[in-house]
């Protein structure tokens, strides 16, 4: 059975600021309204949807976080979220009373080694999520490890894999960077041939290790339509209470486009926002499917969510650095 | 085996984690260069936070008699018993150096 679930940006608040954050998502004080929370609890299972994730900035930072997980276990919902691990010592007593209904945890990992993670996400990270994760090792909550790739942990991950191993981790789970302005200047990204060389290390890690290893979408592929927002297997509300076509685009600074915003859920019903979303799909998937039946398709619109960046407009900014091997492959107006 | 009056340090690379057990407070440690765990009761905690003061064997068998109903020879033998499991995990570390 296909789990359909929906990804909900809590907030937009961080207590970290990564290098690798998208520019400006995480520095503000927007939190998800609960009565928008609550529509979506009451509307979402209509649609087929029985899988809650919070996200954010750090979800547990929102202010009715505790409450929030009441809501979603009591309205019968299975749910996970993804966090830094910082405040857990703080918040995981909250989380025991639902264990039944919590699928999991991800923590962002993003190195292997100490100095790695912490020169990414700030100094003491790397430890607080390591406490973290020795208390859903004695409380038995089940748990994942999240990484982005960087340059700066590119070298790391056959290690990142048997850390995630040893710490009893359920899986771990690899994403590429989405790109923006921040991660330009710190060199970060990787070029579209560093890329396929990480997926190739990821894919042979699959193949030696019992953990489950997977890529989030945004893979090198020849599949059209392989990430669960295209399937409608997943949907994105960001904090401002907007349905959007993936989380992966929301809130993305320094942009210019914003067609990936479907609806608002403080100007309309939950249906209505979902029927937009239903058609913005058909059109999206009618558009590749024409671009690529026209042989318009370039070799890096393979990596699906950089397809998405193009599509939706969001990597204009990218002419401004002439140098960046990404920069010659956006879409031209 | 570690005696009475020797300085035995946690190692800087082990993360300590104090929660809530169903028996009162308790500790679980993670050794970051192992990354095996190692879980602390409420009165291994206690050791271990005292270790973590710089007091010996010694110095902490007499502050268990002030906190715990326990005999000293008891005591003691809990207090090196449990500092050389610690030992052997790796998890804290003997100081070169006798205290005076």
Redesign the interface.
Known sequence: MNHRGMLIELTNRCNLSCHHCLDRRHSGDGDLKIEIFERILQNARKHGFDYISFTGGEPTLHPGFTEMLTMVSEAGYNFGFVTNGWNFTRIYEKLLPHSNKLTGITFSLDGAREETHDRLRGRDSYRRMMQAVSICVVKDVPFTFNTVITSYNRGELKEMAGLAAKLGSRGLRFGHLISHPRTETEYLGLSPAERKETEAIIWQLQNTLHMPIVMASGYYTTDLFPCAPLKMQEISVNWRGNITACCNLSGHGEDVGNDDIIGNLHEMRFSEAYGRLVQANRKFQKDKHTLYNNGKFKDSDYFPCWYCLNYFRKVDWLSYYPENPWSSLVWTK | MIQLNQHATPDPEV???????LEGK?A???H?GT?M?F?LNETGLRIWQMLNSGLTPEEISEQFLKEFDISPEKAKESILNLIDELITEKLVKVADGWSD
Request: charged share 25%; proline share 0%.
């Open positions: 993360v300590v984690t104090e929660l809530e057990g308790e679980v440690l993670l970051l990354k765990y879980t």
